[in-house]
């Protein structure tokens, strides 16, 4: 097998898989190398597991807010013409995955959840068939290969400062070079890295479990060969894209959404957050963050038959084990492992401090309690029709907010802004949220810059 390559791809989810079909289809003839570290059959790193959820209208555009809640969220650092570009191709994006085998369905949610004021866009198999579909269309062309079980070590730079390649270590452990006219780097954050998480986030960091085991591949490798070789990073690297999730189960993405329909208490059985003070697209990554920095990884969710019987509320338990239930809230506790009498008194103060008006889940009803500590803002409803049930929570990481910078054409560039010759780079390894992510963007944005990057890499002179 020849080691040269028109185009050499590191990394195997959505940026990646997209950067190596659109750079074949501008680019016949021309040969494609897609490196995967793990085997065929986890092939897709977090990008397997999510939902992929498209935070756009029905009209096939990105959420109208997104650009302005970059720079209210980064105040000021998000890089808006990137964000700009992504608004401007989003629709475009959406065309090229339904054209490469990608069926998408816009999602009527029920909840007051997203706000969008509508529903979401996502592949009808969520982020799997993201990646079936784009890595069928690169092993159906001709040229084109996905290596699995390949490791990028570090990139080749010629003498003039133009990458040419890269080095890999295959599954003999032993280092080969592949030659390539431009790569494009799609490996993904550092979540996978606890070095680095320790590094960047500092203590405890080792403490969170990944929200998916894809995410375990997504090392760190990409931004450290980029380091290396003089290019620049951006984004928040002391941040990461939080979420709540059961510490019961193994099973992926295993996220409780339902958090603003009951209380939320630590593991002394203490309420700690205003559940109700936004729809939950806005406050589920700051409750996980929450949960990992100031709970001790500890909380549980706590509610009755009227969460229960929420029409939908299978929407809102993405856990694949039932929740814990008792007859009274003293039992509950103890199932629960805390103080029955502190958590008696807790929900007994809370339903005192409910407020008249009527429950209403679909919009922020302004139901709210007085007089209490941390409040609950919207749908503060009495818990007192038993059984009373509860989930377990802990924060799991799903991606790290720090990375490489690029540029709107996916360039990967110096401190001073120049584009490396042959350097690109997209999806979680680029860095660009600070602060907060504005939920259903990520893989939007992998897939869009891929596509760029694999687009502008062809038509790129030698």
Not at 23 to 38: I, K
Not at 191 to 205: D, I, K
Not at 404 to 413: F, G, L, S, W
């Amino acid at each position: 097998m020849s080691d040269d390559f028109d185009l050499v791809v590191i990394g195997c989810g959505a940026a990646g898989l997209s950067a190596a079909v659109s750079y074949a289809a501008s680019a016949p003839g021309s040969r494609v190398a897609v490196l995967e570290r793990s085997a065929e059959a986890e092939r897709g790193g977090a990008t397997r597991y999510t939902g992929a959820w498209f935070k756009v209208t029905e009209d096939r555009r990105l959420d109208p807010k997104f650009v302005g809640e970059m720079e209210e969220y980064s105040r000021g650092l998000a890089d808006l013409v990137y964000c700009q570009t992504l608004e401007r191709e989003v629709p475009t994006t959406l065309d090229f995955l339904e054209a490469n085998g990608v069926n998408l369905i816009y999602v009527q949610q029920g909840f007051a959840n997203n706000n969008t004021g509508g529903g979401l866009g996502m592949p009808t198999q969520g982020g799997l068939e993201i990646v079936d579909a784009l890595a069928a269309v690169v092993e159906g062309t001709d040229g084109a290969e996905i290596l699995y079980e390949t490791e990028a070590v570090r990139l080749s730079v010629s003498d003039d400062g133009r990458v040419d390649g890269v080095v890999v270590r295959g599954g003999d452990g032993l280092l080969r070079r592949l030659g390539a006219r431009a790569v494009v780097i799609a490996s993904g954050g550092f979540e996978g890295n606890q070095r680095m998480l320790t590094q960047y986030l500092g203590e405890r960091a080792v403490d969170m479990p990944l929200i998916a085991p894809g995410v375990g591949n997504n090392r760190g490798d990409g931004l450290r060969m980029v380091i290396d070789i003089g290019g620049d990073t951006s984004g928040q690297f002391d941040m990461f894209h939080a979420e709540p999730v059961d510490p019961r189960t193994s099973h992926p993405d295993a996220v409780l959404y339902g958090f603003p329909y009951g209380i939320l208490v630590n593991g002394r059985a203490e309420r700690f957050f205003d559940e109700g003070q936004d729809t939950l697209d806005e406050t589920f990554e700051a409750l996980g963050y929450e949960i990992w920095k100031h709970q001790d990884q500890t909380a549980f969710f706590i509610a009755d038959q009227t969460f229960v019987e929420l029409e939908g509320v299978e929407q809102l338990v993405l856990t694949d084990l039932p929740p814990v239930s008792a007859p009274t809230i003293a039992e509950l506790a103890v199932e629960l492992g805390l103080d029955p009498a502190a958590l008696s008194d807790t929900v007994s103060r809370f339903n005192a401090a409910v407020g008249p008006g009527e429950f209403d889940p679909k919009v922020r009803d302004g139901k709210r309690t007085i007089g209490l500590d941390p409040p609950k803002s919207n749908w503060a409803y009495r818990i007192e029709r038993a059984p009373y049930i509860a989930f377990p929570l802990t924060c799991a990481v799903n991606f790290t907010f720090g990375g490489v910078r690029t540029d709107e054409h996916a360039r990967v560039v110096t401190p001073r802004g120049t584009p490396i010759p042959g350097l690109y780079a997209a999806g979680e390894v680029t860095g660009i949220y600070y602060h907060k992510y504005p939920v259903g963007t990520s893989v939007l944005r992998a897939s869009t810059f891929g596509r760029l990057a694999g687009a502008h890499a062809a038509a790129a002179p030698t």
